[in-house]
């Protein structure tokens, strides 16, 4: 199942913005040009971005700032004095204002992570120098996480777009362009504008399939709306509609991610990441095996794969969809694969945590799950299938210490392994060598 922290099985969190520049309203661009102009000379000054090491079983981080390392510093204890302190971090990274300390060096800083129920996941890190750890730059403006076209697993056809906050901002708006936008500063939209949207939160699930290229970039807004500096530099994204020899098809368990705070963008969560052979992730965070069904000529024929790894009805089944249903979708899915010349592999459902779900999403789930989860599998294990839920079988649910809601990245070198050995069987593609679990 699974979507990632704050987010919904719906795709949609918000609702796309497309504001049209027209000539009657020139005036009024140019006027927030010059007002976006005077807006970022007011805040120029000196910013960086704090990067630490990713804590994999971290739902959150704590970072704390302080000038001098106290003799008395304990592991497991916060600093009384520290000048600086954010207990509500989701990635690995902060983007600070350090005009603010421009007088006050060395400074330092350690992190914390959390688990779920906001209780640490063991000590703080050793201190370290903020200098050392710091990218500095100019530019008011979010840093988003460039990791599409990276290796494998990276080229996703529903794209989510990943960055890191700039200071003082509560909201965020990111804009899709077909072309390169021509106004790389200010906050105004561009005239290539294709999609925009906004949110609260440092990631957003884009609910359209995007091909070709294009390019996205986000900016920073207070908490009434008005501009907290300008946009970021524009993020490329090439995906050509092209013959692929393996297609990935899904909902958020193949899309990616995973320990709720962790997104597509983080490939240490997606198990197409750790395979040694290229693939095209088709999959759709929130899917029911119907919506699987009717967007399949729409989103898996451009791409004329060869083969086709499908897990998906999860969504379906947690919320009392018939176990027939869903097969009879899983049926649906295959024929039309064969009816395109397409091999379908099916892979057996993971079990979930309905404690975990509600916690999280406050979600409730159907009290019979685990009896549709076993229809299900029995039918695919009758199939072309891999078996990805067998290293779960004698457990009743997900273990928390496994995941969340979605694979871990331990889970993710099982699955790759399984793949392996079934392509190994099936295609003409070499099988990998062994995996070190993470």
Sequence with gaps: ?????????????????????????????????????????????????????????AVRSEVEIFKKIPKDLRADTPIANAIYRNTQVYTNSLMLDMRQWQAEKPLFYRVRAYDLDGHPIGPYSQPADVESALFKTERNAPIPHDSYGKGNGSVLLYPVYAYTG?????????????????????????????YAAKTEL???????????????????????GKPVGEWSLPQEIKNPVKHWKVAVYGDSISHGGGHLSFGPADLAYSYESYLDFPSINLSQSGDTSEAMVM??????????????????GTNSLRAGVPAADVISDLKEIQRKCREHGITPILMTLPPINPENI??????????????????????????????????????????????????????????VSMISRSFENHCSVPRPPPLTPL
């Excluded at 509560?170 to 005239?191: C, D, M, Q, W």
């Excluded at 791409?303 to 086709?308: A, G, V």
């Excluded at 789930?365 to 079988?393: C, L, M, Q």
Aim: proline letters at 6%; a negative charge.
């Design 1 to 57: 199942m699974a979507i990632q922290w704050k987010r919904r099985l719906a795709a949609g969190l918000v609702l796309a913005v497309l504001p049209l520049i027209m000539t009657a309203g020139s005036l009024h661009f140019h006027c927030e040009e010059a007002r976006a102009a005077q807006v970022i000379k007011e805040e120029k000054g000196t910013y960086g971005c704090l990067t630490w090491p990713q804590n994999l079983n």
């Design 202 to 224: 440092t990631d957003l699930y884009d609910d359209a399939p995007r091909t070709g290229t294009y390019y996205w970039r986000v900016r920073g807004m207070d908490s009434t």
């Design 358 to 415: 509600q916690k999280a999403f406050h979600e409730p789930t159907y009290e019979g799950w685990k009896d549709s989860f076993d229809e299900v599998n029995a039918f695919i294990r009758g199939e072309v299938h891999i078996d990805t839920a067998a290293p779960f079988e004698e457990m009743e649910e997900l273990p928390t210490w496994l995941a969340l809601a979605n694979f871990s990245a331990s889970d993710c070198v099982c699955v």
């Design 166 to 194: 700039n200071p003082n901002a509560a909201r965020y708006e990111i804009e899709v362009t077909s072309k390169y936008p021509e106004n790389l500063h200010g906050f105004s939209p561009s005239v290539h504008r294709i």
């Design 295 to 312: 967007r399949f000529e729409k989103d898996v024929l451009p791409f004329s794969p060869e083969y086709l790894l499908i897990l998906g």
